[in-house]
């Protein structure tokens, strides 16, 4: 079974701190997203990553930066939150491109005061 | 502009009962279209992918049909069970851009015993 991972289900922290989520996969897989979800939206894209240290912007990149070392862990970096960031942030990761399914972590919840 | 539009926003159905979940699209080059199950709390699961040549395609109880000429997809759940209260997401794919979904803010669906 693919897994993915995620440090922290619930977060809480203040204004203007610098913020890490990480995400680790154990399947290999090539592609890694970053999407946050808020109610009554769908999920957005935020970053991807198609490789080690390669990255790409999704749709709502502001404020956000992303980190890929390594092949199983993708990064999200929130330099300096803000409480519009409070949200759920989702991390996903997929084999390869085509019509492959993504496979998604548990979630943060991530709450900025 | 591609979007997805889902309806109803909720629902609230009898155990044992059946329903339909809708999803319109804009989306254009079409490539694929899935729908996600996600638990309060979890990420999303996949329920089903499909082409652009696929009407239908079922996964145990649940029946998606897709109808390309209309840009219209359905979630059909059969005999509904206590664990399928869940937010059912239909995710649609353009051509040539593997990376970015275009996601439906989902359906709420609730099961009472």
């Known amino acids: 079974d693919v897994k993915v991972t995620q440090s922290s289900r619930y977060l809480v922290k203040r204004t203007g701190e610098k913020v890490f989520l990480e995400c680790v996969q154990d399947?290999?897989?090539?592609?890694m997203f970053w999407y946050r979800q808020d109610p009554g939206l769908g999920l957005r894209l935020i970053y991807f990553?198609?490789?080690?240290?390669?990255?790409e912007k999704g749709d709502i990149p502001e404020g956000y930066s992303v980190s890929r070392e390594k092949k199983e862990r993708f990064s999200l970096i929130l330099e300096s939150a803000s409480t519009n960031q409070t949200s759920m942030y989702l991390c996903?990761?997929?084999?390869?491109?085509?019509?492959?399914?993504?496979?998604f972590g548990p979630g943060t919840r991530l709450t900025v005061l | 502009k591609n979007q997805v539009e889902q309806s109803p926003q909720s629902l609230i159905i009898l155990e044992g009962k059946n329903c339909t979940l809708q999803?319109?699209?804009?989306?254009?080059?079409?490539?694929?279209l899935r729908w996600y199950k996600q638990d309060t709390g979890r990420g999303p699961v996949s329920l089903t992918i499909m082409t652009f040549s696929e009407n239908t395609k079922s996964n145990g109880r649940y029946t998606a049909t897709l109808d390309a000429d209309t840009k219209q997809s359905s979630l059909h759940i059969t005999a509904s069970q206590l664990s399928d209260s869940a937010s059912y997401i239909c995710?649609?794919?353009?051509?040539?851009?593997?990376?970015?979904?275009?996601w439906g803010a989902g359906t709420k669906l609730i099961i009472k015993p």
């Open positions: 399947m290999d897989h090539e592609n």
């Open positions: 996903a990761s997929r084999p390869g491109t085509g019509i492959d399914t993504q496979y």
């Open positions: 995710v649609v794919s353009a051509l040539r851009s593997n990376y970015q979904l275009i």
């Open positions: 990553s198609y490789d080690v240290k390669m990255k």
């Open positions: 999803c319109n699209y804009t989306v254009s080059p079409f490539s694929n």
